[in-house]
């Protein structure tokens, strides 16, 4: 079954991530694409071929009777509209990360897929990756006994220039940036989150907006931890750390050498292990030079969502939990001090 797929936003991420993955896929056809720059629309048509419809405004893509889903690869500050929008249209959605700026975007795009019976995946592509689903499947079959803390540690450079240096469209630099590391803690340690406590700054890069690092510690239900530690002014010298520890084990993993080390406690063992993710293939690289893995994969777990029904790996319900982890820390950095879950929650944050 050919899926026809809309991208609404054909940007440089649009299309390095999203179209060029979709035009590695099977029985999957592009068939209009937005962009209200005239060069991204024809650099759209480049990849595809002249029968790509596009359009300036992406309003107009959800006219195209054709269209089975859509993928929203708009700013941060367009997700909700776009996405109730297409809901309302009768597609399926893949809308990027973060589903929404506040938890009542997350809530009403979330009711308009209900009310669609139409597939709502967000963009949380390191759930697919290779390196994770491996990290995941050994915490869930006991490798590190009971999980405790996790942790993050990422030293890069700055974000890509743009729209992504506005604190207004993106939400803020932890939305923006670090709500991966954050789905990835929610997903692992699966339990909820209580409570944030986070200290951050502009400390180097003065003359932008967003925050130039951060340190994050979010306490879920048990007494599970997890941590997040990042700069963005350091352009050279790092890979992106995350590991986690429980009362039986360790597992240590870098992002960009695809590489996991695990570590039993007793009987003591070590196993030391490269990661083979064919997202390679893709060779897309983010702002700092590095390779994005687990979009393909994505792509093709929502395509086949699609066709049957499946519940995504990266659902609503999971977005909305990781943006409200986000708006604590960032809420905590401007207050000077712990909030809870509930506060965001709620909207008394």
Not at 137 to 165: L, Q
Not at 196 to 224: H, I, K, P, W
Not at 254 to 267: M, S, T, V
Request: glycine share 10%.
């Amino acid at each position: 079954m050919t899926i026809n797929i809309g991208l609404l936003g054909a940007g440089w991420f649009g299309r390095e991530a999203h179209l060029k993955n979709l035009l590695r896929l099977p029985d999957v056809e592009v068939v209009a694409v937005s962009s209200r720059s005239a060069e991204s629309r024809a650099a759209a048509t480049e990849l595809t071929g002249d029968q790509l419809q596009t359009f300036e405004d992406w309003r107009d893509v959800l006219q195209v009777d054709a269209l089975d889903a859509v993928i929203v690869a708009l700013t941060n500050d367009q997700h909700h509209e776009a996405a109730v929008a297409a809901f309302a249209a009768g597609k399926h959605v893949l809308c990027e990360k973060p589903l929404g700026l506040t938890i009542a975007e997350c809530d009403e795009i979330i009711a308009a897929s209900q009310a669609a019976g139409k597939v709502l995946q967000i963009g949380h592509e390191m759930r697919h990756q290779g390196l994770y689903q491996r990290m995941k499947s050994m915490v869930e079959g006991g490798d590190v006994g009971d999980p405790r803390i996790m942790w993050c540690r990422e030293y890069r450079g700055p974000m890509r220039p743009g729209w992504r240096s506005s604190e207004e469209i993106t939400g803020g630099m932890l939305l923006e940036k670090n709500c991966h590391h954050f789905d990835l803690f929610n997903w692992m340690l699966d339990t909820p989150p209580v409570r944030v406590s986070a200290f951050g700054g502009t400390d180097v890069l003065t003359d932008r907006e967003l925050l130039d690092n951060a340190q994050v510690l979010v306490e879920y239900e048990g007494g599970r931890r997890a941590v997040l530690e990042i700069c963005l002014f350091a352009p050279t010298g790092g890979d992106c750390e995350i590991g986690i520890v429980g009362s039986g084990g360790r597992i240590d993993t870098k992002n960009q050498a695809i590489h996991l080390e695990y570590h039993r406690f007793d009987p003591a063992e070590h196993i030391s292990e490269q990661v083979p993710d064919p997202d390679d293939e893709a060779g897309f690289k983010d702002a700092s030079g590095r390779v994005d893995r687990g979009i393909k994969a994505e792509l093709a777990h929502f395509l086949n969502c699609c066709r049957t029904g499946a519940k995504p790996l990266n659902d609503g319900e999971s977005a909305r939990m990781n943006v409200a982890v986000c708006l604590a820390a960032q809420e905590s950095i401007r207050r000077g001090g712990v909030v809870t879950i509930a506060e965001v929650m709620n909207g008394t944050a």
